[in-house]
């Protein structure tokens, strides 16, 4: 019954499309059979199971997050670099809320290595060596920039600043402006 020219990558794509649609989490292979109204089974020769599914969208939501990233970053540095790719992030997570909690989702080592992280991993060091970082400091500002941004985006997408002003761009702008003067000012170890 595999029927209307099922790939694995129209599947993967319709499952990015639910995600953003009904959850991530609620993405799975019986779900997919049912919005192309084919048997689970016929789906089986595409993907193993729904936990392959959800890997291989996380695999495409990064995948889209570094293509994005890499368009807003070139000819890009310092803070205009920073803002950037801090938008990238928030644009994405608004307009593919699904695809974005794919993009979190935890990978096998082998798989992580092979993904499209690589490069988020390797844009934002590009970012960071604006600000002459080294290493730790490099890594630790990795990991605060990259909490900043996962936070913010995880509370405004869940309605968390809906209900107050300032007007929840303003606050973004201000959190890239501190960050950008944190980075620039990094204190030493």
């Known amino acids: ?6 790939t694995t990558e129209r ?3 319709a499952g ?3 995600a953003d649609e009904v959850g991530f989490d609620q993405v799975t292979v019986s779900a997919l059979a049912r919005r192309f109204d084919v048997k689970v089974a016929s789906l089986y020769s595409h993907v193993r199971n729904s936990q392959d599914l959800r890997t291989r969208i996380a695999l495409l939501a990064l995948e889209e997050l570094a293509d994005r990233g890499a368009a807003a970053l070139a000819g890009r540095a310092g803070k205009d670099a920073l803002s950037a790719f801090a938008d990238v992030y928030r644009d994405y997570a608004r307009e593919h809320p699904g695809r974005y909690a794919a993009a979190r989702l935890r990978l096998d080592p082998e798989t992580a290595a092979a993904s499209a992280g690589v490069r988020h991993s390797r844009m934002i060091r590009a970012i960071l060596r604006g600000y002459h970082l080294t290493e730790p400091d490099e890594t ?3 990991r605060l920039l990259g909490s900043v941004f996962h936070g913010y985006v995880s509370l405004e997408l869940a309605g968390g600043f809906s209900h107050s002003a300032p007007d929840s761009q303003e606050t973004w702008s201000r959190i890239v402006d501190a960050l950008d003067a944190l980075l620039r000012n990094w ?3």
């Open 140 to 142: 630790h500002a990795v």
């Open 16 to 18: 990015a499309d639910l």
């Open 1 to 6: 019954m595999a029927r209307v020219g099922l």
């Open 11 to 13: 599947l993967v794509r």
């Open 187 to 189: 204190p030493a170890q």
